[in-house]
Nanobody, 126 residues
């Protein structure tokens, strides 16, 4: 069982930055493929970013590419999402997720991930 706890959300203005953190329980964090998803009011949950077990491979949604950076610190059991140049359309609940699957081909599918955090609200005002 893995528990994920997000932090770092808040209310910011357009153009500002935020860094989200997701702390994981357990001693096998390095074996989890990690992702960030977001869900805006009235919309489906969508993929934001993902990172491989060692951090060597990173994947981004087109909408955040060049603005967001995902990273992980396996010694701290934590994955991060650095969000720069935030836009009002980035407003959503951001949730981290962990996958124990050894195949990350479909990293953008919600069904790949078997553990989810509670989410943290990010609100970007114009």
């Amino acid at each position: 069982q893995v528990q994920l706890v997000e932090s770092g959300g808040g209310l910011v203005q357009a153009g500002d930055s935020l860094r989200l953190s997701c702390a994981a329980s357990g001693r096998t964090f390095s074996s989890y493929f990690m992702g960030w998803f977001r869900q805006a009011p009235g919309k489906e949950r969508e993929f934001v970013a993902a990172i491989s077990w060692s951090g060597g491979r990173k994947y981004y949604a087109d909408s955040v590419k060049g603005r967001f950076t995902i990273s992980r610190d396996n010694a701290k059991n934590t994955v991060y999402l650095q969000m720069n140049s935030l836009k009002p359309e980035d407003t959503a609940v951001y949730t981290c997720a962990a996958s124990t699957s050894g195949d990350s081909t479909y990293y953008y599918y919600r069904t790949l991930y078997n553990y989810w955090g509670q989410g943290t609200q990010v609100t970007v005002s114009s």
